[in-house]
């Protein structure tokens, strides 16, 4: 016979219950339903047939009833989970509290979100400016000058070697010539200087971008 059924704590099989289910039902008592000894820390467990009983931890250690003992940790594992995420969503207000008084209202990830929109409309914006401009008129053969035009909506500088091929095209492409031809050298001065119009142009803009970029990883990540 199990020894909480033996001073009258119902039937076993018991169970370790939730004290906030069962405070208000077993009042003040404060002392061990099983020995009467005083306590300070109440257990609470549950018959069977459901009769909710308080007892002292050595009381119920000494049952050796590994699942009541269980029972205990794992009540203790939830209080202390509740105590950790209680004190991190205290932290997370007091930080947040902490920003808006630094940010005229805002928090960190609100400023970083703005940003986020400005980066997104920007691009939008050099698109929408950049999406005639004469070099990406030649730039329209799938493989190559496909990828290069591409630099354009993803706002990304052109290396010299990209450069360099992107002026042989565009002045082949505007002059009707073969490279090297005399069509060719009279364009190729122009060509060349449009290609480092839409070079600048990316570049300005990829500058302004990547200044933005770390101000938004730095609100979010420090």
Same mark, same amino acid.
């Given at each position: ?6 001073? !009258? ?5 018991? +169970? +370790?219950?939730?004290?906030?289910? &069962? ?8 002392? #061990?339903?099983? #020995?009467? /000894?005083?306590?300070?820390?109440? &257990? $609470? ?16 250690? =000494? /049952? ?6 269980? !029972? ?15 004190? #991190?969503?205290?932290?997370? +207000?007091?930080? @947040?509290? /902490?920003?808006?008084?630094? %940010?005229? !209202?805002?928090? %960190?990830?609100? @400023? ?27 730039? /329209?053969?799938?493989? $190559? ?6 630099? +354009? ?14 002026? *042989?095209?565009?002045?082949? =492409? ?7 031809? *005399?069509?060719?050298?009279?364009? $190729?001065?122009? #060509? ?5 119009? @839409?070079?600048? %142009? ?6 302004? @971008?990547?200044?933005?970029? !770390? ?5 979010? $990540?420090?």
């Amino acid at each position: 016979m199990h020894t909480f059924q033996q001073s !009258g704590l119902g039937h076993p099989p018991y +169970v +370790v219950v939730h004290p906030k289910q &069962h405070a208000l039902e077993k009042g003040q008592i404060f002392w #061990c339903e099983h #020995c009467g /000894t005083t306590i300070k820390n109440r &257990h $609470f467990i549950q018959s069977s047939e459901g009769k909710v009983s308080i007892v002292g931890i050595d009381c119920l250690k =000494k /049952t050796g009833d590994e699942g009541l003992i269980d !029972g205990v940790k794992r009540l203790k594992r939830e209080a202390k989970a509740r105590d950790r995420a209680k004190q #991190c969503e205290n932290q997370r +207000v007091e930080r @947040l509290e /902490t920003e808006r008084s630094q %940010n005229g !209202g805002h928090t %960190n990830a609100e @400023l970083a979100a703005a940003i986020d929109a400005d980066i997104e409309a920007r691009i939008k914006a050099f698109i929408i400016a950049t999406e005639d401009h004469a070099v990406l008129k030649s730039l /329209t053969k799938i493989g $190559f000058e496909q990828s290069m035009s591409h630099n +354009v909506y993803l706002v990304t500088p052109y290396t010299p070697g990209q450069l360099a091929v992107i002026k *042989k095209i565009h002045t082949k =492409k505007r002059s009707r010539a073969r490279a090297n031809s *005399k069509a060719y050298n009279e364009s $190729f001065s122009v #060509c060349s200087a449009e290609v480092d119009d @839409l070079q600048a %142009n990316i570049v300005g803009e990829h500058t302004v @971008l990547e200044k933005l970029r !770390g101000q938004s990883r730095h609100l979010k $990540f420090g």
